[in-house]
């Protein structure tokens, strides 16, 4: 009797051992199915096409929509596909064993491209090559990113370079060429008073139309002559404010040395052409501008002073640093992505993630607040703010508070003056550092943020559209790293349960051999 009754209480326990692993079994298998759907639904949601590349054969183990979108191939077709199926130049002795050994060498390698579609078209890209071991196994991840847009851009202003260059010699050309037949009509044919009269409005007619500032100054460089639009460009009313004064005081301070050295210049070789410099207003205020000039000869050969002609290139110099910004940009969130792709820890990819949203959008103040239980927020990563609050401060979530507005938000929520701002309250944080515009964006999918990326400045600012979209595109890469963080965490969490789940099975079996023991 005494036997029976502890061999049917042993095993109950067992029962109930293995009805535990089976439900601890169901509910890993299901977490883990939930954050593969994220991650692939994160990488599908990229700007970027993103592959996974078997080291062995060069075939791709994993794509990501993008991917198929840019190279017009389905999901199925470009599984069956290697990657120089897709190069459309390669070196005749191209080794892709080569290849994988300098990749795996250097960690990762950044490369420039020209991709084939399946339609037979072809496109520049700019690939992020990174070698990546996940357990036993090695992979290639490549990042690619179509840059025909950026040839575009980067041709165009190549282009109204040449055209403007082009033009200017154009008009000087017209106006040497003007000159000098003006002169040889004088000295060959001794007009009447009536034709030089004529001679000389077609010669002004032909100054005073022209869309470039021109100077005419004596060898000491007193201004004698200047067409309308060089009183326009400077913001001289009158023509008696500007004749008898030094063409030099037309520059900035720091290059009137300068041109008082290409003046020199030009009285022994004759001129000098398309030279960068700072002109001033009659304000004080300055702008770009190229000068090229010559020396103004007299029928006699003598040399009788200097022209001038000058045109403002700020539209040109604007156009060049948004160029570079956005060049600025794509680098910053290109290294970030680089970045996360490491193992590099979580608060370290934040304190960079900061650093580079402050440094591209030339603001004071970044910041990352996480969303705590209590749907507050922590000051988790910042640059700009006051010391002691990075890690410490807390940022209330209510809805009325512009944390909790942007969690309700689809958008990124932009303030160009917190003093006008009617949505929500300014935060005590950005009220105590007197911030005066700002955006922020959710970090992570809206129905499960990890928290918000801001940026934010003490004056007055309009962000552009490009500036919006770089926030964008930086908070969405910091999500993915911080899921991918996230994943790998549960894995290990899967790790330790799997083992304690087998130190229960081996302590029930030692428990059954002891209570044989026993009876």
């Known amino acids: 009797m005494f036997k029976k009754e502890k061999k049917d209480k042993y095993k109950t326990k067992e029962q109930l051992i293995k009805e535990l692993a089976k439900l601890r079994k169901s509910h890993s298998d299901l977490q883990i199915s939930e954050d593969l759907q994220l991650v692939n639904s994160l990488i599908n949601q990229s700007n970027d096409a993103i592959a996974v590349i078997d080291l062995e054969t060069s075939r791709f183990l994993y794509i990501n929509d993008k991917a198929c979108s840019n190279l017009g191939y389905t999901r199925a077709e470009m599984l069956d596909m290697r990657v120089t199926d897709i190069e459309a130049i390669l070196p005749d002795n191209f080794s892709w064993s080569k290849h994988v050994s300098e990749v795996r060498e250097k960690g990762y390698m950044f490369l420039e491209g020209l991709h084939k579609r399946k339609d037979g078209t072809t496109f520049p890209a700019w690939v992020n090559v990174k070698f990546l071991t996940i357990g036993k196994n090695n992979y290639m991840v490549a990042i690619v990113r179509d840059i025909t847009e950026w040839n575009r851009l980067k041709n165009e202003l190549e282009r ?184 590099t820890a979580l608060s370290v990819l934040m304190d960079e993630t900061v650093k580079l949203v402050a440094k591209n959008l030339n603001v004071e103040y970044s910041k990352v607040l996480e969303l705590l239980p209590d749907g507050s927020f922590l000051l988790r990563a910042g640059i700009g703010w006051k010391k002691g609050l990075v890690g410490t401060a807390i940022v209330m979530g209510e809805i009325e508070s512009q944390a909790g507005y942007i969690l309700l938000s689809h958008v990124p929520v932009v303030v160009e003056d917190f003093n006008t701002e009617k949505r929500f309250h300014k935060p005590p944080l950005l009220e105590e550092h007197e911030i005066v515009s700002g955006m922020s964006i959710i970090i992570g999918k809206q129905d499960k943020p990890f928290g918000v990326l801001g940026a934010h400045t003490s004056k007055l600012r309009t962000f552009t559209r490009d500036d919006i979209n770089f926030l964008e595109s930086m908070a969405n890469m910091l999500a993915e790293a911080i899921y991918q963080r996230q994943f790998e965490e549960m894995k290990e969490e899967l790790e330790k349960m799997r083992r304690i789940e087998s130190i229960g099975v081996l302590a029930g079996g030692i428990a059954h051999d002891f209570n044989n023991l026993l009876t």
């Open 160 to 343: 109204a370079n040449k055209e403007l260059e082009h033009r200017v010699i154009e008009r000087t050309t017209q106006l040497v060429k003007a000159n000098k037949q003006l002169k040889d009509e004088i000295a060959a044919h001794k007009l009447s008073e009536e034709n030089l009269e004529k001679s000389e409005a077609y010669y002004r007619s032909l100054v005073e139309t022209s869309p470039y500032s021109i100077v005419f100054a004596d060898l000491t460089g007193r201004i004698t002559f200047s067409n309308n639009q060089t009183l326009y460009m400077h913001g001289f009313k009158d023509m008696e404010e500007i004749i008898g004064m030094s063409c030099f005081d037309l520059f900035a301070p720091e290059c009137r040395q300068r041109a008082v050295d290409a003046a020199q210049q030009t009285l022994m070789n004759g001129g000098f052409r398309n030279v960068e410099y700072t002109l001033i207003r009659k304000d004080g205020s300055r702008f770009p501008a190229e000068a090229s000039a010559s020396l103004i000869i007299d029928k006699e050969g003598k040399t009788q002073g200097f022209v001038g002609v000058l045109w403002d290139i700020t539209e040109r110099k604007l156009k060049e640093n948004e160029i570079k910004i956005r060049a600025d940009q794509e680098a910053a969130i290109a290294k970030l992505g680089r970045l996360a792709l490491t193992d």
